[in-house]
Every structure is written in structure tokens, then in C-alpha cells.
């Protein structure tokens, strides 16, 4: 590293701290939802291979928490794989499945976070599935930030699961199509949803510069607020989390009001 690298790096990390003395933690979001995209492109624009790509922004994760942590917020939820991943090529998609299930691993033997999974299990190969439980399994006891990690997660694919498992549940307790028609609304659906009983998401970040949600918790971000960020997710710095938090801050949110 040159001097004008570590010059700009020293600058960047006074600016943070500059950002986050000013940070009102009263103001701070307690569901963060964070669309992590970016690593792809990120490792194209430093000549290596997509692979290289997912594994620098499994990386990121369990620093990104760290700040998190740092900052009290209470959920986090990280869109990981969406169900449109599926359909990437064998090379990528196989290798990002395990990268993907190492993440889910090492999240569990931190000891600081209680691990969920938001998506549709029966999309994932066997050894996913089994990581999966036994994280949260392992990790229910934990007072700590509840990680969401969306893996086989479509936002559609949620309200449709949570109309089925609605629909199933009527039936067991024999309710019929009639009174199950009277009784449906807003807060009926949520209960069946991956993050029934939780919190909306407050904020959404997503990084790349892509500005749309592409399906991501289409129900639950109604009233969300959305931050996009230009850098690529595997780059994603302190500095950019804070301004995310500032620029949160500085909103003032109506709820439609």
C-alpha cells in the first residue's frame, strides 16, 4: 500500500468516527434489511472470478454485524440467495451454495448473533437444510442480534407460502372457506409470514447502486425506508453503513400520514 492509500485510508477512518460521535442512537433503526449485491461485478472490476466475488462478501458479513452490534440495532436481515439464483450456471451456483453454508455455520459459531431462516426450505439441497437447523437450533438461546439469513428467498414466494400455510391452518382447525374469508386481514397474513412476530424492517440497504428491491420483503417493507449505496457489497465500509444510518436519521417517517 502507498502512502496515498493509507493517507486516503487514514482520512476515511476519521471521517467515520466523525460520523458515528454524531450518530443519535435513540434515532437508529432497530430492522435492518440489507440487499447484499455487488460481489460479482466487484471481483470482475479486480480481474477475478465470481467465486472469489461471493466468498470476499461472505466476508463482509460477520463484519458488517460487528457494526450492527456496535450500534444497537436489534434484527438484521440479509438477502444471501434469492429463488431467482437458482437459476445461475452449475459452476457459480454450486460453489456459492457452499460458501453460502459456511456463512450460515460461522454466524452460528460466533456466539453473538441467534440465527433464522427466512425462505423456502424445500428449494435448498439436503446439507443446506440441515445447516440451517441446526443454527437455529444452536443459537435460540442467544441474547443477541436476530439474523435473518434470506437463503431460497423470493418476496412473492413468501405471501404464496404464507397464503398456503393460512389456508392449511383453517383447515386443521376445520374452520370453513366462508369464515376463513370473514376473518383475513392484515395482521391474519403477517402471522403466517417467514418473520411472523418480528418487526418490520426500518431501513433497507442495498449496495451496488441498483436501485429497485427485486422482490425483497414485499409485504413487511410497506412503510420501510431505502438506502442505496454505490459500492459493491464485498467494499462496503463503516463509513458507508454510518451515512446510512445518518441519512435514516435525518428522514422524518409519515407511516402514510
Keep these: 500500500m502507498n502512502l496515498r492509500d493509507k493517507l486516503r485510508g487514514l482520512l476515511v477512518r476519521l471521517y467515520a468516527r466523525r460520523v458515528e460521535g454524531h450518530l443519535d442512537h435513540a434515532q437508529v433503526p432497530k430492522h435492518i434489511g440489507v440487499i447484499v449485491d455487488g460481489s460479482r461485478r466487484w471481483a470482475k472490476a479486480a480481474g477475478s472470478t465470481a467465486v472469489d466475488g461471493h466468498r470476499a462478501g461472505a466476508e463482509k458479513i460477520e463484519e458488517f454485524l460487528g457494526w450492527?452490534?456496535?450500534?444497537?440495532?436489534?434484527v438484521v436481515t440479509l438477502w444471501l440467495l434469492s429463488t431467482d439464483n437458482f437459476n445461475r450456471p452449475p459452476e457459480e451456483l454450486g460453489p456459492l451454495l457452499g460458501i453460502i453454508e459456511d456463512v450460515v455455520r460461522t454466524l452460528a459459531a460466533d456466539g453473538r448473533w441467534r440465527v433464522h431462516h427466512v425462505g423456502a426450505p424445500d428449494l435448498l439441497p439436503s446439507p443446506m437444510q440441515a445447516a440451517l437447523k441446526e443454527a437455529e437450533e444452536s443459537t435460540a438461546h442467544i441474547d443477541g442480534i436476530l439474523v435473518n439469513v434470506a437463503i431460497g428467498y423470493g418476496g412473492r414466494q413468501e405471501i404464496?407460502?404464507?397464503v398456503r400455510s393460512m389456508l392449511l391452518d383453517a383447515q386443521?382447525?376445520?374452520?370453513?372457506m366462508e369464515e376463513l374469508a370473514e376473518s383475513v386481514d392484515i395482521d391474519m397474513i403477517g402471522r403466517h409470514l417467514y418473520t411472523s412476530d418480528q418487526p418490520d424492517p426500518?431501513?433497507?440497504?442495498?449496495?451496488?447502486?441498483?436501485?429497485?428491491l427485486s422482490g425483497?420483503?414485499?409485504w413487511q417493507t410497506a412503510h420501510s425506508e431505502y438506502y442505496f449505496c454505490e459500492v459493491f457489497w464485498?467494499?462496503?465500509r463503516?463509513?458507508?453503513?454510518?451515512?446510512?444510518?445518518?441519512d435514516y436519521a435525518a428522514r422524518h417517517r409519515r407511516y402514510g400520514g
Excluded: N, Y
Design 160 to 162: 404464496a407460502d404464507a
Design 172 to 176: 386443521t382447525k376445520g374452520t370453513s
Design 216 to 218: 425483497f420483503m414485499l
Design 238 to 246: 463503516k463509513v458507508d453503513f454510518l451515512r446510512a444510518l445518518r
Design 202 to 212: 426500518d431501513l433497507v440497504i442495498r449496495t451496488s447502486g441498483e436501485q429497485r
Design 68 to 74: 450492527c452490534t456496535e450500534t444497537d440495532v436489534e
Design 234 to 236: 464485498p467494499a462496503f
